[in-house]
């Protein structure tokens, strides 16, 4: 099935190419880095690394492309946001296949949940750039939203096609123009997204897609010159790292990074409804989600009886060949990854949490491919390092409380604030425990995703929020002008953005 993927970058032979203002060009250097797949461990493709000089004509190309795309009409960029998601879900089964062999996801796991809710952010940013208001009055004050400027975008490898689009769609709906720089472990499905980008007819320069890593390519995208806004999701190490190489030149700086969410318990939950999605969520991805609630905190009194729940939960889990129908959980992404999560499995172990199931090295049967045992650690106490650090793998720890006010301690006792979840009977109880929770996104009795709701963190997890409205504001600057009754009434548009759009059949 993978082999179709491999085939159609064959064929296309975008492989070795950089994106750059509306062509497939070559890159400066001749580096390259092998594609593993992490259920083989084998290199199944080579792409080409960018470097700074691609950096710098990329950015050029959206410079330049920015003047007339900025006071583009907004139903030209409509036109074009549709075109992109229509084409993103015409081409479904070629970007599932690229995720499950770039970062291991399981094929039915990609069909449903990854490549679906990537789309949904195209979608949430042309609805909402249709409705926006640009321009308010307050009093004789007109205030006028605009675009921010040129975007460098960084992505990191674990939902990778819905990362991309959480960016580049409120970017480009805003009127901004981007340089993406997707994860290096990650980049079949952004190579795709550039492919659905000069299909959707983009105007050049407008999007364009430079691969490479972090220290080279994301720091040359975060510190240059002419590149007004960087926004990194990823670790918390890359957003620090990525917002000093940005203060020289005083540039936005949006970070979504790390997260310990907790899933907090409360006294009156019935217990099969509260702990069976619980599971699930802090598994999903292979637990390779920032938000993923990995931090269940329970009454202590009741602890013997999530444990049993939770273990008959987990025993639904699949782990095996990502391109199986039957499997549920494919490996975790890379080598790193795997290294990681072993490492934290024995520190757990001899912290003295007791493990319940799963525990290092691969789970029974396999012998190559980054597989891990779905792992599961109770009585774990908040200071443990396997209750404080993003482990970012298949493991959960269980942590009791004795009181409710302990219970939000715990909750908030991290450096991280990014999610949380809270199951509890009582409604009205059950809010004012998310209240009380330092971070971004509170979840009461797992309500449906919704692709509306802001995302982003407090504390160490970062600055400022992606999707919906909010995530479509960060994009846009603030402008008031005073002194005149007659305040504008549209941004004017100069006759080159006229031109421009006519001849892009926008
Ligand atoms: P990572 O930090 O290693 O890499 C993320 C991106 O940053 C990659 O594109 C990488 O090349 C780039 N990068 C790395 N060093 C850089 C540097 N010095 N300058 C500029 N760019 C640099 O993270 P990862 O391993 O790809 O992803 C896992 C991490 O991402 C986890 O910590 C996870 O919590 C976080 N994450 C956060 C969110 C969120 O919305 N908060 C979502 C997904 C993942």
Redesign the pocket.
Known sequence: MNASVIEHFKRAGHLDRMFIGGEWVLPETLARVGVVDPSTEETVAEIALGSARDVDAAVAQARSAFTTWSVSPVQGRALLLDRVHALILERAELFAQAISLEMGAAICFARSTQVPSAAQHIRVARDNLTRYPFITHRGDMAIVREAIGVCGL??????PLY?IT?KVGPALAAGCTVVL??????PLSALLFAEVMHDAGIPPGVFNLVN????E???A??SHPDVDMIS????????V??AQ?AAPTVKRVA?????KSPNLILPDADLARAVPPGIAAAFRNVG????APTRMIVPRERLREVERIALEAVSGIVVGDPRSQQTTHGPVANR??FNRVQEMIGIGIAEGARLICGGAGRPEGSSRGFYCRATIFTSVQSHMQIAQE?I?GPVLAIIPYDSVDEAVEIANDTVYG?GAHVQGHDLGAARAIAARIRCGQVHINYPAWNPHAP???YKR??NGR?YGLEGFEEYLETKAILGSQDAPAAPTRNPESQAFDESNGL
Do not use: D
Request: proline share 6%; with cysteine; net charge negative.
């Open positions: 960084i992505t990191p490898w674990n939902w990362q959480a720089k997707p994860s290096e472990l990650s490479g890593n972090g220290p390519v994301g720091a995208l975060a990194i999701t990823g670790s918390t190490r890359a957003g790292l990525v190489a970070q979504e990074l790390g997260g390779q989600s920032c938000s790193a990854q993003e970012f990014l995302f982003g963190g997890s970062g992606e």
